[in-house]
């Protein structure tokens, strides 16, 4: 899982709900960091100290039960790793790399015929993802087996990226 937690109910001048990804780590630190030094001396009631006290319990409940969460989808995710690596080593590169341009050639059709009359139907569409997908990662998996090939995708990788970042820093500038 992306090491992002979302609140749901965050809101901005009172508008619509937003989706903000907050680092969990970043977020007790913050919290930590504004009221660890507060004391009842600080407030004007003994009421506000309780209530602010409350809510940093209720904070920390949540954050751990986020933090739990994330951890038992890593682990699912790292369930799925050895499945793919079976059915990649069983079928190998060659069968797996025509699979995955069949997906494709469906995934790029969901993707056309993604907007409807009634708005977005994103069944298919995931659906096609996730057959794309899980090719991709098996033939990520059997490249990696020669280290030459694995040195030189982690290569392509990070330069494709890099890249890319450079032309989105260029298009900010240009805006």
Avoid: C
């Amino acid at each position: 899982m992306r090491p992002f937690a979302y609140m749901n109910d965050f809101t901005l001048n009172g508008e619509q709900s937003v989706m903000m990804p907050i680092k969990l780590q970043s977020l007790r630190e913050i919290v930590q960091y504004l009221f660890t030094d507060m004391n009842e001396g600080e407030f004007e009631s003994d009421y506000e100290f309780k209530k602010l006290r409350s809510l940093l319990d209720e904070f920390n409940l949540a954050l751990e039960k986020a933090e739990l969460e994330a951890r038992q989808e890593k682990t699912k995710l790292a369930q799925i790793v050895p499945r793919l690596k079976q059915i990649a080593d069983h079928y190998g590169f060659d069968a797996q790399a025509e699979k995955a341009i069949e997906e494709m050639a469906e995934l790029i059709v969901e993707i056309k015929h993604l907007q409807t009359p009634h708005g977005r139907d994103y069944k298919p569409f995931i659906e096609e993802l996730a057959d794309v997908k899980i090719m991709i990662d098996q033939l990520v998996f059997l490249v990696r087996q020669d280290p030459h090939l694995e040195k030189l995708f982690d290569h392509q990788t990070e330069f494709k990226i890099e890249r890319t970042l450079r032309r989105v820093e260029a298009e900010k500038e240009d805006i």
